[in-house]
């Protein structure tokens, strides 16, 4: 396993993921002063945001179930725990955009290859009646 999102395991067949990028931001209040560089006060973290690119090749491996999977997810707009592959927990992520490029068409429109991207954005920790609800929701 090299992901798991959710219900949503990212492996390296059917849905695997070949690269990932993180972005992490600060706050800073800046305090103008005559004749100087203002100077930055640190008053917090920023938001902190991932993309997890992968491709899919429907027909030899399967996959389009996970793609349905990702935009329920989405649409449902919870947060959804995040482990790396490596078994350190990544804390909690809202899913705000899945994108799919289908290549190479077959005759039902389903493309040969899938390249997929997810983007996700740094959520709170759910309180114990939503985490609750959503462990039941990943059971069911």
Known sequence: MLYQLG??????????????????EAEYAVKPVVGREPPLEFVGEGGNEM??????FPHELGGLTEIELLRQMRASGKPQYLMRGDGRALGWWAITSVGASHSYLDRKGVGRQIDVNISLRRAQTPSAAS??????????
């Open 131 to 140: 985490f609750f609800s959503l462990m039941a929701g990943l059971l069911s």
């Open 51 to 56: 993309t997890i690119s992968g491709r899919l």
């Open 7 to 24: 219900a949503l395991p990212i492996q390296v067949a059917p849905f695997n993921a070949h690269e990932v990028s993180e972005t992490g």
